[in-house]
Nanobody, 127 residues
Framework: QVQLVESGGGLVQAGGSLRLSCARS????????MGWFRQAPGKEREFVAA????????YYADSVKGRFTISRDNAKNTVYLQMNSLKPEDTAVYYC????????????????????WGQGAQVTVSS
């Protein structure tokens, strides 16, 4: 079994920054891609960013490109999402997800490809 625990959410003013962390425990961490999704009230869960096991490949939703950065520290079994220039429309619950091998840009955006999910972290951006 795999457990994912997000942290780092909170309330921030527009233009501010937050960094989310996702700590993984349980089964072996290696060779798995990781992703971030978000869900705003009344909306479907949407893809935000993903990263391959090596960290060499990263993918982003168009809405966050240039503002968000996904990274990982395999020694710490942790994935990060650095969020800069935050906007009110970024307000949502952010979920960390663990996938498998063979990450591609197309697969990265599919919630069904990911096997494990965290409980979510609330991010609220005030105008």
């Amino acid at each position: 079994q795999v457990q994912l625990v997000e942290s780092g959410g909170g309330l921030v003013q527009a233009g501010g920054s937050l960094r989310l962390s996702c700590a993984r425990s349980g089964r072996t961490y290696s060779s798995t891609a990781m992703g971030w999704f978000r869900q705003a009230p009344g909306k479907e869960r949407e893809f935000v960013a993903a990263i391959s096991w090596s960290g060499r490949d990263t993918y982003y939703a168009d809405s966050v490109k240039g503002r968000f950065t996904i990274s990982r520290d395999n020694a710490k079994n942790t994935v990060y999402l650095q969020m800069n220039s935050l906007k009110p429309e970024d307000t949502a619950v952010y979920y960390c997800a663990a996938g498998g091998e063979g990450l591609t840009e197309e697969i990265a955006t599919l919630p069904s490809w990911y096997d494990y999910w965290g409980q979510g972290a609330q991010v609220t951006v005030s105008s």
